[in-house]
């Protein structure tokens, strides 16, 4: 059964509109607290959101929700998706939440969950809980509703936590590092930690007002970052998301690195030091053939997912490995982590820097990539996928490009859109049919 109200990263869209309304915050923490309040001990919840406007709206129509069915409530504010699913184990919590619609402009926001081992919700969690959303919810007597608390302390918590990740033995002092917090979760304790930690630190992205989270900054604008790490002469720039599980990088000359770089960067380390586990990458069906040629050179593999961290997060736990993610930046450290992380994922890039002592612009850039083209068609409703047409021009091309190149076209799983990504060694080639594969889309979704 298809679920009705989670995607692929819990349950996103417009504030406002269906399903991310007060309402259905009041019954998400009714239908969370409901499902897991399993043992006999006092029941608690972590909430924590990014710096959204609507995150104030959220957040404590969820504590009412939460509250009325007996859950006591623990309020962190604004934090990094990781932080939450950190501190919803190390405070012993039945469920965290965070309050984020992740690299979102400011007017979406969502709701994402963790279960008491800080683990995103598995499907079938997920199902119990639209079941028990669609019911009547299970009201405790007055003397047993919850209580809430807002803890001051939590930022120190994690950006503790993050230090502990970066090797003892080094320090980031003499290096200057561009952080771009995306005016998100992370802008007080990406530069704190940084600092901690000996960096020269130069924070742009940090100043949120409720509406400029990943406005023309963060991991999904990155010209601001590349542009401040030449301007003031730094040695590298990180620019995360506005919920943090995002990182991306550039060296010292503002040339951009992916996802894709970054696995092959921290794989290679972790390789040397006898540390990689199942001698393999686990990343999606996005990842550049590029990366899946440089693994092979170094005898590593690579394993491919469904686009979505919670599969590369599912494949990773069912092999073993400790390395994996996106393209996009979402990198799974799972030595560390539940989820992705994009501080301590920065810091593994800053320690293989610190270490090799090389510039930036000779250890990110690991492979070369495949000529690789993404363009995103949006849609209002229907199957655009399921027309003849669309399906002609794609079997064309898949005819075309045979071994030598490889075809994604997907719906997203957090928006409207229609994803269509070719990529071969002929970059012509490439072009022409995302060119022609999107016009098919675009003409059947009229």
């Known amino acids: ?176 590092i561009v952080v771009d917090c995306a005016n998100g979760a992370a802008y007080k304790v990406a530069p704190q930690a940084l600092w901690e930690l000996g960096a020269d630190v130069v924070p742009i992205g940090v100043e949120p007002d409720g509406t400029n989270i990943n406005k023309g900054c963060g991991s999904t604008h990155c010209d601001a970052m590349m542009e401040t790490v030449v301007a003031c002469g730094a040695n590298i720039g990180l620019a995360l998301d506005g919920d943090a599980d995002r990182l991306l990088v550039c060296d010292e000359k503002g040339e951009l690195v992916d996802g894709d770089q970054l696995m092959a960067l921290i794989a290679g380390r972790l390789q040397k030091e006898g540390t990689l586990k199942g001698d393999k990458v686990v990343a999606t069906l996005m990842s550049n053939l590029g990366l899946e040629r440089k693994l092979g050179a170094m005898g590593l593999g690579l394993t491919r997912t469904k686009v979505g961290d919670r599969y590369v997060l599912e494949e990773m736990r069912a092999s073993g490995s400790n390395v994996g993610g996106e393209q996009s930046g979402h990198l799974i450290l799972s030595d560390y982590a539940t989820t992705g992380d994009g501080l301590v994922a920065g810091l593994q890039v800053l320690a293989a820097l610190v270490e090799e002592e090389k510039p930036a612009s000779a250890l990110l850039r690991q492979f070369d990539p495949v000529p690789q083209l993404l363009k995103n068609v949006r849609f209002n409703g229907g199957d655009p996928l399921a027309s003849e047409a669309v399906q002609s021009v794609i079997a064309e091309a898949e005819k075309d490009f045979g071994s030598a190149g490889r075809l994604v076209i997907r719906k997203s799983g957090t928006e409207p859109l229609i994803r269509v990504m070719a990529e071969g060694d002929d970059a012509g080639q490439v072009e022409r049919w995302v060119d022609a594969i999107c016009g098919a889309v675009s003409e059947a979704a009229q």
């Open 1 to 176: 059964m298809a679920r009705k109200f989670f995607g692929t990263d819990g349950i996103r869209g417009r504030t406002n509109t269906d399903p991310i309304t007060a309402a259905m915050a009041l019954k998400v923490g009714q239908a969370a607290g409901t499902l897991f309040q399993r043992g006999d001990h006092r029941h608690r919840v972590v909430i924590g959101k990014d710096t959204r406007l609507s995150g104030y709206m959220m957040e404590s129509a969820l504590t009412a929700g939460f509250t009325s069915v007996g859950m006591d409530v623990v309020l962190l504010g604004p934090m990094p998706t990781p932080a939450v699913a950190m501190l919803t184990t190390s405070m012993r919590a039945d469920i965290g939440v965070m309050i984020s619609a992740s690299h979102n402009p400011y007017e979406d926001n969502g709701i994402k969950l963790f279960g008491p081992d800080g683990y995103k919700l598995s499907d079938e969690d997920e199902k119990a809980l639209e079941a028990l959303i669609e019911g009547e919810p299970k009201l405790v007597p007055s003397d047993r509703i919850g209580r809430a608390k807002r803890i001051d302390d939590a930022s120190g918590r994690y950006v503790h936590f993050a230090k502990s990740t970066f090797p003892d033995r080094l320090r980031l002092d003499g290096l200057k």
